[in-house]
């Protein structure tokens, strides 16, 4: 089985039990065993200050699947939820469910980038990562809480 950790986030449609429902969504995938979860997270809206803030949560999972298997799952609970892709990036959504990091593999295929792309620019990713898993390191061996150390907290709170 490969561990893979998946970021949660919702800003529309009471966000925190819309991260809760995806979390239990999670706990429900085929040929996947679900390991933990972080906290929730109350987080400023990124590139758009004029959206709701984010409800933010990081789970642990081991699959089965491939990385291209697990994404469509996750594209398909985002779609249960409501979610709509429009192409608008940082915009605000019902469920966001990303692939941060999938064992120590590097992904570079058009669907998906693994390590997650902007991962260690963000704090409202890596603080619930490390809170379940402290010692994660990216592919390459870096530290994520080297990374962690560099960026704002400022508006992050746990709930």
């Not at 200050?49 to 933010?56: A, C, L, R, T």
């Not at 298997?69 to 709509?84: A, C, T």
């Given at each position: 089985?490969?561990?893979?950790?998946?970021?949660?986030?919702?800003?529309?449609?009471?966000?925190?039990?819309?991260?809760?429902?995806?979390?239990?969504?999670?706990?429900?995938?085929?040929?996947?065993?679900?390991?933990?979860?972080?906290?929730?997270?109350?987080?400023?809206?990124?590139?758009?200050?004029?959206?709701?803030?984010?409800?933010?949560?990081?789970?642990?999972?081991?699959?089965?699947?491939?990385?291209?298997?697990?994404?469509?799952?996750?594209?398909?609970?985002?779609?249960?939820?409501?979610?709509?892709?429009?192409?608008?990036?940082?915009?605000?959504r019902i469920l966001d469910l990303d692939i941060l990091l999938y064992d120590d593999q590097q992904i570079n295929l058009p669907l998906l980038k693994i390590p997650h792309p902007g991962l260690i620019e963000r704090a409202f990713v890596l603080v619930p990562l490390l809170e379940i898993a402290p010692d994660t390191r990216l592919p390459n061996g870096e530290s994520l809480s080297r990374y962690m150390a560099r960026l704002s907290t400022t508006g992050i709170k746990k709930l």
């Open positions: 089985m490969v561990t893979t950790f998946i970021g949660l986030g919702s800003n529309l449609s009471n966000p925190q039990e819309q991260v809760k429902l995806g979390i239990e969504s999670l706990k429900k995938l085929s040929q996947s065993k679900f390991i933990q979860q972080s906290s929730l997270y109350l987080t400023p809206a990124v590139g758009n200050s004029m959206q709701p803030d984010f409800v933010n949560a990081v789970v642990e999972i081991e699959t089965d699947m491939l990385a291209m298997q697990l994404l469509d799952e996750l594209l398909k609970i985002e779609r249960e939820h409501g979610r709509v892709r429009d192409g608008t990036r940082w915009g605000p």
